[in-house]
Structure formats: C-alpha cells, structure tokens
C-alpha cells in the first residue's frame, strides 16, 4: 500500500513536471521573435540608420527627446543648433532629420 501511493506521488510530480516544461517551451520562441521584429519591420534599412545615428549623437549631453515632443517646424531650427552641438556632417544630419520626420 505504502508503494503504491509513493508511485502515485511521483507519477504526479513528473506529470506536472512536463506540463510545465511543454508550457514555457511553448511560450519563449513565440512570443520573443515577435517582440522584437516588430519596430524593426516599420523602418526601411534607411531609416533605421538615421534611428541609430539619432540614439548615437543626440544622447550624449541629455536624455533622447523623443520625435514626437516637437512638430516639424519646431525640429527644424533646433536640428540647426544641434547639428553644430553634436558636430555632424550633412550627410548624417540629414538621415537623422528623416528618421525624426518619419515618426511625425
Ligand atoms: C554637445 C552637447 C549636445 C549634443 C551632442 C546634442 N545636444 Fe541637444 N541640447 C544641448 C543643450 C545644451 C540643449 C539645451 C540648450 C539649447 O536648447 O541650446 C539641448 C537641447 C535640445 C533640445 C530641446 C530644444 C528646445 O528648444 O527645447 C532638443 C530637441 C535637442 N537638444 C535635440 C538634439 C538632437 C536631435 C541632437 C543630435 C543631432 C542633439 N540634441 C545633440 C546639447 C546637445
């Protein structure tokens, strides 16, 4: 009698033991890819560029502002005064100034 429900136990420990092993396998690769393709698909190759120069060059004396906290006539003359902060060339500028304009 005593073995059996010893059995019984273990039978019941290894039976939750693969429900929950099936679950989180289950889980982790379907949700993790999806998380992160998915800003990645919105920008071209292009503007993911200019996304990463903006993180690079504009964080370095405060925090990121985010595109949206100012209009594109606002951004224009502080790209101006910050292009000379940061010390970017034109051509860096201006795929920075496309990213920001993308998010608009
Ligand atoms: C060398 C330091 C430095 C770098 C690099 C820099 N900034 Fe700034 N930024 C400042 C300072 C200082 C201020 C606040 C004074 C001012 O507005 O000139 C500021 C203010 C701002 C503001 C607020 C402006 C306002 O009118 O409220 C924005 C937006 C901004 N920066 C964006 C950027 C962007 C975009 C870049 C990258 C191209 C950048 N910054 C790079 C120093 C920097």
Redesign the pocket.
């Given at each position: 009698m005593k073995k059996y429900i010893i059995l019984t136990g273990l039978a019941f420990a290894l039976a939750s033991c693969g429900t929950k092993k099936t679950t989180a396998v289950a889980a982790t690769p379907v949700a993790a890819p999806v998380e992160e393709k998915a800003p990645a698909v919105d920008l071209t190759p292009e503007l993911a560029e200019g996304k990463n120069l903006?993180e690079n060059?504009?964080?370095?004396?405060?925090k990121l502002?985010e595109p949206q906290?100012?209009s594109k006539e606002?951004?224009a003359p502080?790209?101006v005064?910050?292009?000379k902060?940061?010390?970017?060339d034109d051509v860096k500028?201006a795929s920075?100034t496309k990213y920001?304009h993308s998010q608009l």
């Open positions: 903006y060059s504009c964080a370095r004396c405060h502002y906290d100012f606002d951004w502080i790209l005064r910050m292009q902060k940061a010390k970017l500028m920075i920001i």
